[in-house]
């Protein structure tokens, strides 16, 4: 068998895994990664906002600690969302098709332009931010530390579009510029989570 084949049939039998979007009825579940202690009235919340979204079991992994090695000391306390979304995509268990990380810490990731970190790099080199998925892959992570509000009806509204939102990229979703989609880039400007629909606009879900 030539290279380019084998390469070819390995894709195709990866595609499935990866990228393909999240729908009832192909024995799909969304497994929820607490990391480190994470509130159970939270976990239940997100639980049950995906199961109604899409329409696929969700369940709640046992607990798993925070690797020390992610961390960031450079500006405060920091995780590596890059790290911890590529140990959760080795980790989860096969059956799990798309693994959220939910924890409550500081999460970063480094900003690039044209390979290099963005400038000023002071402000890129450890950028916090609310979440990041593989574009596509099987794996994300979504921290609250930046979605804090005392309302809590908008509070739950952030944390759910973050998780949508990230899902989103897991399932081969670009960021989108149609008004208030939920895939739009929110560039750390909570205002653009606030504004969003609940949902993938027209444009996002033909391409699901
Ligand atoms: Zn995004
Ligand atoms: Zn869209």
Not at 75 to 100: C, F, M, N, Q
Not at 170 to 183: K, V
Not at 185 to 190: C, G, K, S, V, Y
């Amino acid at each position: 068998m030539s290279q380019r084949l084998l390469l070819f049939l390995l894709i195709i039998l990866l595609l499935p895994h990866c990228t393909s979007p999240i729908k009832p009825g192909h024995h799909q579940q969304i497994g929820l990664q607490p990391i480190g202690h994470y509130s159970p009235d939270q976990l239940q919340f997100i639980q049950q906002e995906l199961t109604a979204f899409f329409k696929v079991p969700v369940i709640i992994l046992k607990e798993k600690e925070m690797p020390p090695s992610f961390i960031n000391l450079s500006k405060g306390e920091r995780y590596s969302a890059d790290s911890i979304i590529k140990w959760l995509a080795h980790t989860a268990p096969d059956s799990i098709t798309k693994v959220v990380g939910l924890t409550h810490k500081d999460i970063y990731t480094t900003m690039k332009e044209n390979g290099h970190v963005k400038e000023p790099s002071y402000k890129y080199a450890v950028w916090g931010i609310f979440g990041l998925g593989y574009q596509p892959g099987r794996s994300s992570v979504v921290s609250d530390h930046r979605l804090q509000t005392s309302d809590l009806s908008r509070f739950r509204h952030r944390l759910r579009t973050i998780v949508i939102h990230e899902l989103g990229h897991n399932q081969g979703l670009p960021h989108c510029s149609t008004q208030n989609c939920i895939m739009n880039d929110a560039n750390e400007r909570i205002q653009t989570v606030d504004q969003s629909a609940d949902t993938y606009c027209p444009v996002c879900k033909s391409k699901l």
